[in-house]
DNA sequence: AAATAATGTTCAGTATAGTAAACAGTTAAT
DNA sequence: ATTAACTGTTTACTATACTGAACATTATTT
């Protein structure tokens, strides 16, 4: 009926490096029952779902926008969305040879505890983004808030900042500078 | 079991207008079962959903990511998420009191069919973006090209541009001016 | 090599999702 | 007022999701 959900599970279960029955005991289900799923032999309720992502952990929403995977066609020339980063915090680059360029977009995503580093950053310019999943704290100068899907920022990148993922899940936005900070 | 889906469909099917019968008429599932989803006395499964939510249309992301609602709090000083148009095509803004700054970021929603007027677009800088859901049919100069979730794009906006929802459900993007652009 | 502990898969039983049809209530037309 | 057409809800039935236990493989331990 649903033929995507299985294999997608399948690979994501995969990438955070749990077996089924890991899996199965941190979210409670039978393993035979995340087996069925990831076969296709069985189209599972969205409660049922719901409970074995918890255990990933990854929300619904996240699951099912898996397919924000930025490996297909970018508009415009030879502009690929690139993979910058690795490890905590990914970068993915609209465009590229931005050097002459006024604006540096990306979709940025931090694991779970992950930071940009000890040292606040500085550097010229103005910067914002918009939280698509997941909560991050940003600190500029001295206020500290915590963000949530859907909450934004905007501030002068003059000012010291910092962001850090505080919470379970990873963290995606998209952000954006002007000029270019890197 | 998973408490949130039955109300969630309900609102949005109530928002589309759809009565319960016109929506299972549409989906080709039994009105009962919307029924019985809606009033949360059964845990559909997520083929079910899917077939549901086909008659819509709405994607199972998008239904899931429904909480990207941008009413919620807005980092620093009181920048909104100001809601700029209307109609076919709406505009949340990040942050506000943009003349002075340098980057205009904004999460756009296109209704099917919904496009930028007939006169291409043209201005000072450059904009970029990434298509979060739906198709997008973005032009610039002689080249057109149809974008989907997780596209983007990337140009100098003094070459005449026009943007078209070609698809059948509603297209979110995020969107970046530099410098703002209105 | 034999034993132990993993891996994912298969199977029979039971709990429940989904259907078709009848029900009850509200609005519109005649 | 009565029909007619709509709304969402309830019910008995059947199709299937989910469980627990056994199964078959492969990797690691002793």
Known sequence: ????????LREIRSKTG????????????????????????????????KKVLGGIPISLSNFFADNFSFTDQVFFSADKLLQLGEGGVSYLQ???HL???????????????AHTGKHAIQHEGEECGIILSGSLEVQVGDKTKVLKAGDAYYFRSTVPHH????????CELITACSPPSF
Not at 1 to 8: A, F, I, K, L, Y
Request: aromatic fraction near 4%.
């Open 18 to 49: 749990l077996s089924q029955r890991q899996l199965a005991k941190a979210s409670g289900v039978a393993n035979a029952t995340i087996s069925q799923i990831e076969s296709g032999a069985l189209n599972p309720t969205v409660g049922m779902l």
């Open 163 to 170: 962001f850090k993922n505080v919470g379970r899940e990873a």
């Open 99 to 113: 050097q002459n360029k006024s604006i540096q977009m990306m979709k940025e995503c931090y694991q779970p505890g």
């Open 1 to 8: 009926m649903d033929s995507e959900t299985g294999p997608r």
């Open 94 to 96: 609209v465009g590229n």
